[in-house]
């Protein structure tokens, strides 16, 4: 094997290490990037639509989309140049943390339909069932007819 064949393949090798390094590093953002579990159960809302808001605004992934864009970057490039002696590792963490992402956005749409019908429930609900006027008027008019 000439010194040139040999140095190639070296150079390969450090390259490979340094894109699945890349790849561990992105994953590894993208998670820290995810929102605290506590910021997503704890809240110190006084009222239900307070509470959605906050829960809203704990529902992003903020940069963990774009770790994650970065992660399968560099494993789809380190694959297709087959640098990878064993990948399994890194896509199935790349595949967890696409569905924690899904699931993050799922929740985060759902909560959004609740932040913005719960204040029309609440207003049907206020307006609902018998006149409260009404129902003084005429409680007042039983009084009257009782006491004559």
Not at 70 to 76: G, I, P, V
Not at 93 to 117: F, M, N, P, R, W
Not at 118 to 126: C, D, F, K, S, W
Request: proline content about 2%; hydrophobic content about 35%; aromatic content about 4%.
């Amino acid at each position: 094997m000439s010194q040139a064949t040999f140095g190639d393949d070296e150079l390969f090798g450090e390259a490979a290490s340094e894109m699945r390094e890349d790849v561990e590093s992105s994953l590894a953002d993208a998670w820290s990037a995810l929102p605290d579990a506590d910021d997503v159960w704890e809240t110190d809302a006084d009222n239900v639509l307070g509470a959605l808001n906050g829960l809203n605004s704990a529902l992003n992934a903020g940069d963990a989309e774009d770790h994650l864009r970065d992660a399968k970057k560099w494993f789809t490039m380190g694959q297709r140049a087959d640098a990878f002696d064993d990948a399994d590792d890194l896509e199935k963490d790349i595949s967890d943390l696409e569905d924690t992402i899904a699931d993050i956005s799922d929740a985060g749409e759902q909560v959004g339909e609740l932040t913005s019908t719960i204040p029309a429930l609440r207003g049907t609900l206020e307006d609902a069932g018998p006149d409260t006027e009404d129902t003084d008027e005429t409680d007042a008019a039983g009084e009257d007819e009782a006491e004559a």
